[in-house]
């Protein structure tokens, strides 16, 4: 009866795991067989194209891609600057919101997702407006305080994007937090007042030491989204395509070797290189942000 019910249990995990093998396992099996092979045109190139097994020779041209690895080493940069940032204000919001009373929290809890309900690239261009100097209201409000801010310039390009990327994932960071502090005992609070703990030193002592693990979580989902970045950069280089070109994140790159220059082999080999990044920063940032709380 016990084999039965846990075999019964596991009958559920069928969509999943069909879903898991057809969506994630053969994909990247195909792609790291696309990448061991390089296309090469026959006689003048006038003849049909065949596909030679080069091994790891196009990792070797991945790895020694200045072009590439430039763009990995920008956007990593990006993120280490971008991302506390958005963690730190997604924890003071989830730290306001549970010093407040659990109706209060709701309203401006919905309010606060508001931004991550909308599609990225809505976003992207509803961002892209405001920045406009034609169309919106940033540019003639920074020259009414002295401020002659161009927000597609070189160098604002990239705070212009961050602050975009900020607004939109602060609420879904800040939901995780402030679950994880919802399950902090009550108990520990009323002590600490007791005790003369200010409020302050509440959430510096016990709030912000047990949520570590939403932080560590919501950090490294940050990272794997970051090193994926295409749509706020592709919808920023219709506008200035002389400061974002086609080499400025790495999915910008495989994307324009796969369906622009048909080079689907070498696209295939970058991915997987990302891939293997993105595995050895995400392993590396849970190793050293995930100890235990004493």
Not at 31 to 51: D, F, I, P, R
Not at 93 to 116: C, E, H, N, Q
Not at 124 to 146: C, E, H, K, Q, R
């Amino acid at each position: 009866m016990i084999r039965s019910q846990r075999w019964k249990g596991a009958a559920f995990t069928v969509p999943f795991q069909l879903g898991f093998v057809f969506l994630y396992l053969l994909p990247i099996g195909y792609a790291v067989y696309q990448s061991l092979y390089h296309e090469q045109q026959s006689g003048l190139g006038l003849g049909g194209a065949t596909e030679k097994f080069v091994g790891l020779d196009n990792y070797e041209e991945g790895l020694t891609d200045s072009a590439f690895m430039g763009s990995v080493l920008r956007v990593v940069l990006f993120a280490c600057v971008q991302i506390p940032m958005m963690l730190l204000i997604s924890l003071v919001l989830a730290l306001l919101l549970d010093a407040v009373t659990s109706k209060v929290a709701g309203r401006f809890r919905i309010l606060l997702l508001v931004p991550y309900m909308i599609p990225g690239v809505v976003a992207a261009l509803v961002w892209i407006n405001l920045y406009s100097p034609d169309v919106g209201p940033l540019t003639p409000l920074g020259d009414f305080f002295g401020f002659h801010w161009n927000f597609f310039s070189p160098s604002m390009v990239w705070p212009s994007i961050g602050n975009l990327l900020t607004w939109h994932g602060i609420g879904y960071n800040m939901v995780i937090i402030y679950s994880a502090l919802q399950g902090v005992p009550r108990e520990l609070f009323e002590a600490a007042r007791l005790d003369g703990a200010s409020e302050w030193r509440i959430a510096r002592s016990i709030k912000i030491p047990f949520v570590r693990g939403a932080l560590v979580l919501t950090g490294m989902l940050s990272i794997i989204q970051m090193l994926q970045i295409f749509n706020e950069p592709a919808l920023f280089r219709n506008i200035t395509p002389q400061t974002v070109d086609d080499n400025f994140t790495p999915i910008m790159i495989i994307y324009n070797q796969a369906f622009n220059a048909g080079n689907y082999h070498y696209a295939a080999t970058l991915s997987v290189l990302l891939a293997l990044i993105l595995g050895v920063g995400s392993f590396l940032f849970y190793r050293l942000t995930s100890r235990e709380v004493d």
